[in-house]
């Protein structure tokens, strides 16, 4: 990459196959790490082999910075910690999510268990869920001693000064780095190149009640911006965020209209929704179903807050949701 960067693709034992961690080199010898990816075996592995080809010692790292929260970010941020000794940056709330997500997963999963189940799922695949959210605890633990990222603030990293900015609908508190120096930036998940990032409706994980409208907004502001270089979380680096900024909209445009014609053939549950415009394969991943249903509830509740869908149904559930 420019400017003595290195891009290091750490795996992931899922579909996206690995994250894009970012190594900056700083003027008084140290290094900033964005994003150093799920703490696993081989993610570790491969960071001491990357680390020693580069020939950059554990104590030269000087800080890690955090786009959010998710644990193929997130998860070996403490592990550095703790070898190199230095500061992880992430803002306050992606902070407060992390700690409800990871520091008390039983609760999570009870909450994430009962909302799904209020929205349609079937008891066979609701027993899944705690087992699978649990799973994830020792992808990221230990987990760091946290600096706070405050957006709307400027970060000086790589000889630029970075501005911070909110970047939320795909992780509470989650941010993006933008140099106008460079005209770069760092995207996090907010903009991919090729798919899109889950965006979820799910009690616990952010208190934005419509996450897809606000994602939709950011993605408008995003838009703005002059870019020669995006550097994505997942995928690789694509020079106009504004355009595929535009792309995504538009996807969720045309995810909507679809959704709403659905709506149009009669009152349904969100899981019966989410299988008709994902298909029924996805009972045999719970991991990608959890996905698709929170995706489903995030679009509902845009078309409710745009006055095209309404839910019904008592206060404790089942709901069904119906056109408006």
């Not at 579909?15 to 080199?25: A, D, G, Q």
Request: glycine share 10%; with cysteine; aromatic share 8%.
């Amino acid at each position: 990459m420019e400017n003595g960067w290195f891009r290091v693709k750490i795996p992931l034992p899922y579909s996206l196959r690995y994250v894009n961690s970012y190594l900056i080199p700083e003027a008084d010898g140290s290094w900033t790490l964005i994003d150093p990816g799920l703490n696993t075996a081989e993610s570790r592995d491969i960071w001491l082999r990357e680390l020693n080809r580069l020939g950059i010692r554990f104590r030269d790292i000087g800080r890690i910075v955090l786009t959010h929260q998710h644990p193929d970010h997130y998860g070996l941020a403490g592990w550095f910690q703790l070898q190199a000794g230095c500061p992880v940056l992430m803002t306050a709330e992606a902070g407060r999510y992390a700690r409800r997500l990871w520091g008390s997963g039983s609760v999570f999963a009870a909450e994430l268990t009962g909302w799904f189940r209020n929205h349609g799922m079937p008891e066979e695949l609701l027993v899944q869920l705690g087992p699978h959210l649990a799973s994830f605890r020792e992808r990221v633990e230990p987990q760091p001693r946290l600096t706070d990222l405050e957006p709307g603030s400027r970060l000086d990293m790589g000889g630029e000064s970075w501005q911070i900015i909110d970047a939320p609908g795909h992780a509470g508190g989650g941010v993006c780095l933008y140099s106008d120096a460079s005209m770069t930036l760092i995207a996090g998940d907010q903009v991919l190149p090729r798919i899109t990032p889950n965006i979820s409706l799910i009690p616990g994980m952010q208190e934005d009640p419509d996450p897809l409208g606000s994602y939709l907004d950011s993605l408008r502001e995003l838009s703005g911006l002059e870019t020669r270089q995006v550097l994505p979380g997942h995928r690789d680096p694509f020079p106009d965020a504004g355009r595929r900024a535009m792309e995504i909209i538009a996807h969720h445009e045309r995810r909507l209209e679809h959704l709403l014609g659905l709506l149009a053939e009669g009152p349904a549950s969100a899981f019966d929704l989410c299988e008709r415009e994902f298909g029924t394969h996805l009972r045999h991943n719970i991991h990608n179903l959890r996905f698709a249903m929170s995706e489903t509830l995030a679009h509902l509740a845009r078309l409710a807050k745009r006055g095209k869908a309404a839910v019904s149904g008592p206060a404790g559930g089942p709901w069904t949701y119906a056109s408006a």
